[in-house]
């Protein structure tokens, strides 16, 4: 499966709006789309009218760069997402929510999706109470997502338990921060995703 290994940044410019890939990074002044707003690659001055395939084509772009996969990961929750109950579009957001990597950067483990996987894939995480390395695995309500007991004193999460760095956590989350440990509360609901995403676009670019 091909994945992408360039430079994260060039993703946030190609889309034209900050996709937080790099952390902390993107709220800095290093932001790289701060700095230089225009697309990557050469351009002319002039400029065209984004054809309607287009802006559908960037929609996806956009939202499978959110969230890290690539493209066969991703069309693979759309069709999963058309044969349940209610709009395809959100039912996708909600697939996509409960992705392990994804609860994990909710929780504030992380500053991001790209680490929160890399925790994820190095085993660092437990779904109640069994170690899960799978960054796709996807969460129920009622499921518990905690850091390995003998983890927590990695310096990410000793930092977030004596309140040292900041975290900010989803409200489908029961966190607790001084277990790192958060509870599903909920299933995650279109409102939750909370990024600008308008999926009826990515609904009618895979429907063609």
Same mark, same amino acid.
């Given at each position: 499966?091909?994945?992408?290994?360039?430079?994260?940044?060039?993703?946030?410019?190609? &889309?034209?709006?900050?996709?937080?890939?790099?952390?902390?990074?993107?709220?800095?002044?290093?932001?790289?789309?701060?700095?230089?707003?225009?697309?990557?690659?050469?351009?002319? =001055? @002039?400029?065209?009218?984004?054809?309607? !395939?287009?802006?559908?084509?960037?929609?996806?772009?956009?939202?499978?760069?959110?969230?890290?996969?690539? &493209?066969?990961?991703?069309?693979?929750?759309?069709? *999963?997402?058309?044969?349940?109950?209610?709009?395809?579009?959100? =039912?996708?957001? $909600?697939?996509? #929510?409960?992705?392990? +990597? =994804?609860?994990?950067?909710?929780?504030?483990?992380?500053?991001?999706?790209?680490?929160?996987?890399?925790?994820?894939?190095?085993?660092?995480?437990?779904?109640?109470?069994?170690? $899960?390395?799978?960054?796709?695995?996807?969460? *129920? *309500?009622? +499921? $518990?997502?905690?850091?390995?007991?003998?983890?927590? +004193?990695?310096?990410?999460?000793?930092?977030?338990?004596?309140? @040292? %760095?900041?975290? %900010?956590?989803? %409200?489908?989350? =029961?966190? +607790?921060?001084?277990?790192? @440990?958060?509870?599903? $509360? &909920?299933?995650? @609901?279109?409102?939750?995703?909370? #990024?600008?995403?308008?999926?009826?676009?990515?609904? &009618?670019? !895979?429907?063609?």
């Amino acid at each position: 499966m091909a994945k992408y290994t360039g430079p994260a940044c060039r993703q946030c410019r190609r &889309e034209g709006e900050k996709l937080f890939l790099k952390g902390s990074r993107c709220l800095s002044q290093k932001c790289a789309l701060e700095r230089r707003p225009n697309p990557p690659g050469v351009h002319k =001055n @002039t400029r065209k009218k984004a054809s309607e !395939y287009s802006t559908q084509l960037r929609e996806k772009q956009k939202t499978k760069r959110f969230y890290g996969l690539c &493209e066969k990961q991703f069309k693979g929750y759309f069709d *999963k997402a058309s044969k349940m109950r209610g709009m395809a579009g959100e =039912n996708m957001l $909600v697939l996509l #929510e409960r992705r392990l +990597d =994804n609860v994990v950067f909710r929780m504030g483990l992380a500053s991001s999706r790209a680490q929160a996987r890399q925790i994820v894939n190095h085993g660092l995480i437990t779904v109640n109470g069994q170690r $899960v390395d799978i960054p796709s695995f996807l969460v *129920k *309500k009622g +499921d $518990v997502v905690a850091v390995k007991e003998n983890k927590t +004193d990695k310096k990410v999460f000793a930092e977030i338990k004596d309140g @040292t %760095a900041k975290y %900010a956590t989803a %409200a489908w989350l =029961n966190f +607790d921060a001084e277990k790192l @440990t958060a509870t599903v $509360v &909920e299933l995650p @609901t279109r409102a939750d995703v909370g #990024e600008h995403i308008e999926e009826h676009l990515i609904v &009618e670019l !895979y429907s063609k």
